[in-house]
């Protein structure tokens, strides 16, 4: 019910569009849908070998920072690298990295070690997956296609929080591992990890047949400090940009606090609700579910040349992550939840749009994409920093999320007292 909630926001009244796409097309779609559904659920079996293995509470942040210390060291080599063979060939090159990083997991690798080699191939697979679509298809099918994979990546999000939440329960799980008696699947956690390594493998198989674009591939560039300049030289260019600069600061913030929220929601059901892991893994995903909503909801009603009227939105969605304090009922909860990701994803949306926008005219689509990236993953490490400073220091959860709440609505405010009359300067187009 959830998946065809979802797709169907993504499907036009035209469905011939659709059915004169390449199958090509499609093995793209599944390969993307797998890697992604895997991620997701890595991270709720690593959290649970964590705690299998009676790490103090500031390392599942820093088990989060590990996974995109990657996407900020390697900003400005993965698009080279992306450009420089088939996408179809790096997709199987980074999926095999995510699956040895699994794999090393499951042999006893601590998971802060393999979770982050399993980032290393997430950075390499991120431009890859969104440049084969430019390559594959023509102009005319690319805004129909990118629909497709962003529901389709929604959908992961919300599958991948359902099934990890699912695979680490000790209910379902334990009765299988005793049955079993592998000595490598001692565990719930373990053998979570052992199905994901599954869904890993058969991801890489779709890598393999997805087709190859007879096209030019630009030789990966021997020379670091080139390239590590030329990414310099557009990060600072969208930055003094007055309408880049607040559509990447908002981007930013979004994607840095999104992070951060799942693990408060973790941190918050299990003292509020009485909730596992299991149980609030599966929380998070009604979060997933709002952002998809509210992502539809500011496709119809919000313009480009409008999009910065959506920073008050932000500034409310901080003080909807305070109302979880004091909130102990759980269909209350998933309401919140679920208002709080209609909230994030409305303004978004938008910012994310006109980032786009500015950074095509600016230096063109690919490298504002690099920027974009490392600006989101450098929030989210900074911010799952505070989150893990605050865990050290013993905080209580409801302390962490005042914090939280309240720095969100402020930066908001700031931007909007700062950039809110930037619609009406006419530097949108």
């Known amino acids: 019910m959830i998946a065809g909630a979802l797709l169907s926001c993504y499907k036009t009244a035209s469905q011939k569009q659709y059915q004169r796409m390449n199958p090509g097309f499609y093995i793209i779609l599944a390969a993307q849908f797998l890697s992604a559904l895997a991620d997701n659920a890595l991270l ?11 790490t103090p509470g500031w390392y599942t942040p820093v088990l989060q920072q590990g996974f995109i210390v990657s996407y900020i060291v390697l900003a400005p080599f993965v698009g080279a690298f992306a ?27 601590h998971p802060l070690l393999a979770y982050g080699l399993v980032g290393l191939g997430a950075a390499a697979y991120s431009p890859a997956k969104y440049g084969i679509l430019t390559e594959y298809l023509p102009p005319s099918q690319l805004v129909k296609a990118n ?18 939440g699912i695979l680490i329960s000790p209910t379902l799980g334990l009765p299988i591992v005793q049955t079993l ?15 994901i390594v599954v869904i890993y493998i058969l991801a890489a198989i779709f890598n393999l047949y997805i087709p190859v674009v007879a096209i030019e591939h630009k030789p990966f560039s021997r020379s670091p400090l080139a390239l590590t300049l030329d990414f310099w030289h557009c990060f600072r260019l969208l930055w003094k940009d ?7 600061a908002v981007t930013t913030l979004f994607w840095g606090a999104g992070a951060t929220l799942r693990l408060l929601v973790l941190g918050w059901a299990a ?96 490298r504002s994409i ?24 013993e905080l209580h959860i409801y302390i962490i999320i005042a914090v939280f709440g309240l720095l969100l609505s402020g930066i908001m405010y700031w931007l909007n007292r700062r950039h809110g009359h930037d619609q009406d300067s006419g530097k949108v187009f």
């Not at 079996?45 to 964590?50: K, Q």
């Not at 629909?147 to 990890?164: F, N, P, R």
């Not at 007055?242 to 990447?248: A, K, R, W």
Request: include cysteine; charged fraction near 10%.
């Open 271 to 366: 003292i509020a609700l009485n909730y596992d892991i299991g149980e609030a893994a599966q929380l998070t995903a009604w979060v997933a579910i709002g952002i998809a909503i509210g992502s539809v909801l500011a496709a119809k009603f919000i313009k480009l040349e409008h999009s910065v009227r959506v920073l008050p939105v932000g500034i409310a969605m901080g003080f909807a992550v305070l109302m979880m304090i004091p909130l102990t009922n759980s269909t209350l909860a998933i309401l919140l939840l679920i208002a709080i990701g209609a909230m994030g994803g409305y303004f978004v949306v938008p910012m994310n749009a006109l980032l786009q926008h500015r950074g095509h005219l600016l230096m063109g689509a690919g």
């Open 44 to 54: 709720f079996a690593a959290i649970a070998l964590l705690k299998d293995l009676n």
């Open 242 to 248: 007055p309408l880049g600069q607040v559509s990447l």
């Open 370 to 393: 690099a920027v974009q990236n490392f600006n989101e993953n450098l929030s989210i490490f900074a911010m799952l920093g505070l989150y893990a400073l605050m865990e050290g220091m």
């Open 83 to 109: 450009d420089s063979l088939p996408k179809g060939r790096v997709m199987f090159i980074s999926n095999s990295i995510k699956l040895a990083g699994c794999l090393a997991m499951l042999a006893g690798v």
């Open 147 to 164: 629909s497709w994979m962003e529901g389709l990546t929604v959908l992961a999000i919300v599958l991948g929080a359902i099934v990890g």
């Open 181 to 195: 008696g592998i000595p490598l699947i001692d565990s719930v956690a373990r053998l979570a990890i052992a199905i």
